[in-house]
């Protein structure tokens, strides 16, 4: 394992991989580790961007193996020693549909591939329709032998059935006594989904669980397949939500004993990195991060509210979290009163937000008619302004990512109240 250094103790960028730094989530771990224990369910693991998927994914797949330290974090230990063979793959946009998912299952030396007697190569041609994908299945007369000899057999391997087949001969190997837990994360990315129902109903019967993780607002979003997949997810469905102040709190703790205690944060600091962070670990991870190399940067090994708060400037002005701090310039723009009206809809605690009181208090303090309020939100939430909010229904707007809605409201601001409204 790397050393663990001011740099490295808190990881905004990316996915907790040790989980002597995962946090919190007890319950979570705990429903999981039922889900493992039923026979035929699937998993679908869901939730908001940034929220903590991947990280709650990887403890799956050392629940599943019966890794003692991930074991240790549960309320209720399993009844049974779990013992999976877990695979986990990240999807990417070349995944665009359930045909080149399984391909990829079936070629990718990390996922199926090593454990296969056969070998499945990708093949493209021209069909009727246009171009299309194939496979074709190459048998080797003895697996890891030298004398491998390779026999090409040019059939239009049909590319469910052999995906059926493969998980079959894995399982019945015996390889694992529970089976083969297949993870896929980030599943939301695949554009289109048909077939995904029917392989799950298909191999729930043969120990092959998969557990498909992304984000989503529920279930049927995630899934998005004509057909219903029901029954197999009575036990299997996990919404993955924001982090508790305490489970986050947790976060900072964890980075300051990989550091040995060399360096701490002070209460009044924990309290509100945890409560600008609004569930979200991503942020305490980003500010302790920036404020605990800022307090070095000051000789101090105390992080205090103060040094936090700098920090979260220095974060917004250099740019750390780009991809929120371009969101929050676009919607911005140059008018003081659009960015105040973001803020204000982004400091409400609600997630569906109700613009009637909402508007009356803005038009009052920036002295103008709540009509011209609505014409800012309409603004927010059209395309020019990044569409950073949606109407949900009459009087109600929602934010459409709320990590940027977390970063809306911590954010120090932008503009002046005198700047001219150069929009307006
Ligand atoms: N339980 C936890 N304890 C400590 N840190 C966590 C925990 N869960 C997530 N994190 C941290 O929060 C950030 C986001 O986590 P992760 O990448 O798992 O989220 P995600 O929901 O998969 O995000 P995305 O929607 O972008 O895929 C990362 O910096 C990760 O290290
Ligand atoms: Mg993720």
Not at 10 to 34: C, H, M, N, W, Y
Not at 121 to 132: D, L, P, Q, S, T
Not at 311 to 334: M, N, R, W
Not at 356 to 378: C, H, M, Q, R, W
């Amino acid at each position: 394992m790397d050393e663990i250094t001011p740099h490295n103790a808190f990881t905004p960028a990316k996915e907790v991989q040790d989980i002597e730094r995962f946090a919190g989530r007890i319950s979570l771990l705990d429903d999981i580790a039922a889900a493992l224990q039923s026979d035929g369910a699937q998993i679908v693991l869901y939730g908001q961007r940034g929220i903590g998927k991947s990280s709650v994914a990887r403890v799956l797949s050392q629940i599943a193996i019966n890794d003692k330290i991930a074991i240790a974090r549960l309320s209720t230990p399993p009844h049974t020693k779990l013992e999976y063979l877990p695979i986990l793959i990240t999807c990417d946009d070349s995944v665009s549909n359930i045909d080149k998912l399984l391909i990829r299952l079936l070629t990718d030396d990390s996922a199926l591939a090593s454990w296969l007697p056969f070998k499945v190569v990708e093949r493209k041609y021209v069909g009727e329709g246009g171009a299309k994908i194939g496979i074709k299945v190459v048998e080797l007369s003895g697996r890891i032998s030298e004398s491998i000899t390779e026999r090409t057999v040019e059939v239009d391997a049909d590319i469910h059935t052999t995906f059926i087949n493969a998980c079959r001969s894995i399982v019945g190997s015996g390889v694992a006594k529970h089976g083969l837990l297949i993870i896929i994360d980030e599943f939301d990315r695949i554009s289109d989904k048909t077939g995904i129902a029917s392989i799950l109903k298909a191999l729930g019967p043969e120990d092959v669980m998969f557990a498909l993780v992304g984000v989503a607002g529920n279930i049927t979003e995630l899934i998005a397949d004509h057909e219903s997949v029901g029954r197999q997810l009575t036990d299997g469905t996990i919404v993955v939500p924001p982090m508790t102040k305490d489970d986050l709190g947790e976060i900072i703790s964890r980075a300051m004993s990989a550091l040995d205690g060399k360096y701490e944060f002070e209460l009044g600091a924990i309290e509100w990195i945890t409560s600008i962070a609004k569930g979200h670990p991503f942020y305490v991870h980003l500010v302790g991060k920036h404020a605990l190399l800022r307090a070095i940067s000051q000789k101090t090994n105390i992080v205090t509210k103060d040094i936090a708060r700098d920090a979260l400037a220095d974060i917004a002005f250099k740019g750390s979290a780009p991809i929120q701090e371009a969101t929050y310039k676009k919607a911005v723009g140059h008018s003081y009163v659009r960015e105040r009206i973001l803020k204000g809809f982004a400091e409400r605690d609600d997630q569906e937000i109700y613009t009637t009181d909402l508007y009356g208090d803005l038009a009052k303090e920036l002295k103008v008619d709540p009509s011209a309020i609505s014409v800012y939100v309409g603004q927010l939430a059209s395309e020019k302004y990044g569409s950073v909010i949606t109407k949900i229904r009459d009087r109600y707007y929602q934010f459409n990512d709320s990590l940027f809605k977390a970063y809306a409201a911590a954010r120090p601001y932008e503009r002046k109240t005198g700047d001219k409204d150069e929009d307006a």
